[in-house]
């Protein structure tokens, strides 16, 4: 028998994993709401990200095939074609029929993931009238968007979507600063705060007054992480314990690099992830890491002190704005991509050890349980 609330969330990962866990953020929630979740995931798989009582459909994977992200490969890195596009869109619908959802939430589209338009037109189609539909999106679009895709963007919104939910505090970053067009949707709209995990509760000492340092998923971290490793007898904390969390998706010849580097000193601890991430960041002297969403969102909620170093690679800004935005409140250090050496990175981290750890309530993290009371009332609004 089918719950009475249900929701089925759908979302794309095409570089590394940080769609996938932000809607794994809003999926436990969702659950500790009292709904039933169906999370439909078409990235590459990530284990152990999707949390428990959250039911997974995992599409037929794909992925970018390098950073203009125009070029979409298959699990086997072959490109994909028509075949595998109505492949992928018919599994699409079967799981949303499946789930039967009162509300479908959607990650990122129509304000991103445009390649992904030849399912979730269809998707969205089939919605209209049978369930609410909602947007999830983060606070600040990344690249360059043209008046053109602007008013498409709008139009599609106008069309589908009953709400917007920008995952953001609009007294850090309103969402207009990269969407211009946010004032004609403003009544569909809605800022929730930053979506980030609750801060761990368990991990006893782990990561104690260690350097934790980290690139998300590790698609493209390998060279923060080896300026660090190179930055770290050049800082004054070269007799601490550096924790090197490379990242799943970094690559096996990039890894055996880094392994090379921690090698010659038996003061680093180089491992691919850690499920207790947020505990080394609660309990850490400092933490060095690109500046992605979910990761300065637990870095900030654990009061770590913090060095990033914006992924700018392709057209992104994203990360950079963002990270602009907390270091000028103090949060945390910015060290630019382009400016990156060990130097630069060792300069900034003694700097950022001799502060104070940062206060906490800077800024909205609640996002994700305001995200579920928001989707909750919508789906007790539809009829069973």
């Known amino acids: 028998m089918l719950s009475a609330r249900r929701v089925f969330i759908y979302v794309q990962n095409l570089l590394g994993i940080g769609h996938l866990k932000r809607a794994a953020t809003l999926a ?42 125009k070029t979409l490969l298959d699990e086997a890195g072959r490109e994909i074609d028509d075949d595998w596009r109505r492949r992928r869109s018919a599994a699409l619908q079967a799981a949303w029929r499946a789930a039967d959802p009162q509300v479908l939430l959607i990650e990122l589209f129509p304000f991103g993931r445009r390649q992904m338009r030849f399912e979730l037109l269809p998707l969205l189609d089939a919605a209209v009238g049978r369930a609410a539909i909602v947007c999830s999106v983060r606070d600040i679009l990344g690249g360059l968007k043209s008046p053109q895709r602007e008013q498409e963007t709008l139009d599609l919104v106008e069309r589908y979507f009953d709400r917007v939910l920008v995952h953001g505090d609009p007294s850090l970053v309103s969402f207009d600063r990269t969407f211009p067009g946010a004032k004609r949707i403003a009544g569909r709209l809605a800022y929730t705060g930053y979506v980030v995990e609750p801060a761990s509760a368990a991990g006893g000492n782990a990561g104690k007054e260690e350097i934790i340092v980290s690139a998300g998923g590790g698609a493209v971290g390998a060279a923060l992480l080896q300026a660090a490793m190179r930055a770290k007898p050049l800082t004054a904390s070269r007799d601490r314990t550096w924790r090197v969390l490379a990242g799943n998706n970094v690559a096996e010849n990039d890894f055996r690099s880094l392994a090379g580097l921690a090698s010659g000193d038996s003061g680093i601890v ?78 900034a981290i003694d700097r950022v050890a001799r502060k104070p750890r940062p206060a906490p309530g800077a800024i909205d993290l609640d996002g994700a349980r305001k995200s579920a009371m928001l989707i909750d009332g919508l789906a007790r609004e539809r009829p069973e």
């Open 28 to 69: 436990r929630a969702l659950v500790a709401e009292g709904l039933q979740v169906t999370l439909a995931s078409g990235g590459l798989a990530a284990p152990g990200i999707v949390p428990a009582g959250v039911r997974l459909v995992q599409l037929p994977q794909a992925r970018a095939a390098d950073l203009t992200f």
């Open 270 to 347: 180089l491992e691919r992830s850690r499920a207790d991430f947020t505990a080394l960041l609660a309990n850490c002297a400092l933490s060095v890491s690109q500046a992605g969403y979910n990761t300065l969102m637990e870095t900030v909620r654990a009061g770590a002190r913090a060095v990033v170093v914006p992924f700018a690679g392709g057209q992104e800004t994203e990360q950079a704005l963002r990270a602009r935005s907390l270091a000028e409140r103090g949060l945390l250090e910015v060290v630019e991509e382009e400016a990156l050496t060990p130097e630069a990175l060792a300069a």
